[in-house]
């Protein structure tokens, strides 16, 4: 993906020197990798070229004193800082896309799995979850946008009747309501034909807002359904908000040092999980991108204390006429080139399986 395509703001633009780009680079490297502070030392047996543990050790004091870099104890060695992890991402980090391994396990995972749109998205979670050894997690597209492919009435008993919306993607959502009234087959076929001629191919959100008005002049047929319609038209075609997030690897999560090490800070995920609305504000509160796109929000950039132990990686993709969000979160020590490959590809590949679909 090209320079343009990529998004990783927000920004932190102050010029680096190659030696300060290079050191901050290993130090991220090495404590995303150990999850322990680094010393110039270790530094010193690794940097390019060679250069002492004094000259390291010079250089990492700099970069502590302009934010990038922080030591827990006096005699530790040196810690990202937030800062130290934007500026990584910003300017240092080379994704290098999904590996050969990665994406022939992803077309064999979601190989043959185009018509069954539910199972796609639990099964992208449990992928982003697996490769990135963090939590996956992929939210369904918002319905409003979709188009009507086709609408289905199901009788249930006497008295009840289940909607089937199906609309372009694959996507389904259901509602069942109360009917008191008797009907017959061909007169349900009758106004079911009906409502397909006016309202497929237009969008939920337009047909909430102009049904009353398409179906005017014959809202009072005699089985009633057109009107029923329009006394639940809030509810047949409103967003579907329930059920629209998946996740997978939870338990990669809590066997991160971070959290072994200050269990306190496990609740704020118990939190995270327990609650399906708070993870749809997270996923949807971010910068507008187009489908493919990758958003590092890393910390107090989420804009949520509770979280702030976390980043976030997301992407958007598109599910016929809608586009839907998944992402990894994790502890901000995370490898970001991988997992921004990684949900950079797996967005990719799920939008280029639902143009194949059409």
Do not use: W
Not at 132 to 151: A, F, Q, T
Not at 201 to 224: C, F, H, W
Not at 280 to 293: A, Y
């Amino acid at each position: 993906m090209s320079d343009q395509q990529q998004t990783y703001s927000p920004s932190f633009n102050e010029k680096l020197s190659v030696r300060e780009g290079e050191i901050l680079r290993l130090v991220v490297r090495s404590f995303v990798d150990t999850a322990g502070p680094v010393g110039s030392r270790f530094l010193s047996k690794r940097f390019p070229g060679g250069l002492s543990a004094a000259s390291i050790r010079n250089t990492m004091s700099d970069l502590e004193d302009r934010g990038l870099l922080d030591h827990p104890y006096t005699s530790a060695g040196r810690i990202p800082t937030e800062l130290g992890y934007r500026t990584f991402v910003n300017q240092l980090m080379q994704p290098q896309g999904m590996s050969m391994n990665d994406q022939a396990y992803l077309q064999a995972k979601l190989g043959g799995l185009e018509d069954q749109p539910d199972v796609l998205l639990r099964e992208c979670s449990r992928i982003l979850g697996r490769l990135s050894n963090l939590l996956g997690v992929v939210l369904s597209p918002k319905l409003s946008s979709g188009i009507l492919e086709r609408l289905e009435v199901v009788p249930l008993s006497s008295s009840r009747i289940m909607f089937v919306i199906s609309l372009e993607g694959g996507l389904v959502k259901t509602v069942v309501l109360e009917l008191h009234t008797t009907l017959g087959r061909r007169e349900l076929d009758d106004v079911v034909a009906l409502l397909n001629s006016r309202l497929a191919g237009l969008s939920i959100d337009e047909i909430r807002k102009t049904y009353a008005d398409r179906m005017r002049d014959v809202q009072n047929e005699p089985t009633g359904l057109v009107k029923l319609v329009l006394q639940s038209s809030d509810n047949i075609f409103s967003e579907q908000e329930d059920g629209r997030v998946s996740y997978a690897g939870a338990q990669n999560i809590v066997a991160q040092p971070e959290f072994l090490e200050q269990p306190e800070d496990l609740k704020d995920l118990v939190q995270l999980l327990e609650n399906e609305n708070f993870i749809v504000e997270l996923l949807e509160n971010e910068p507008i991108v187009k489908p493919g796109q990758v958003n590092i929000r890393i910390g107090s950039e989420i804009n949520d204390g509770t979280v702030n132990q976390y980043s976030i990686v997301t992407a958007r993709y598109r599910f016929g006429n809608t586009e839907g969000t998944l992402g990894v979160i994790g502890p901000k020590r995370m490898h970001y080139s991988h997992v921004f490959s990684l949900v950079e590809g797996v967005s990719v590949i799920l939008s280029k399986q639902e143009g194949e679909r059409n």
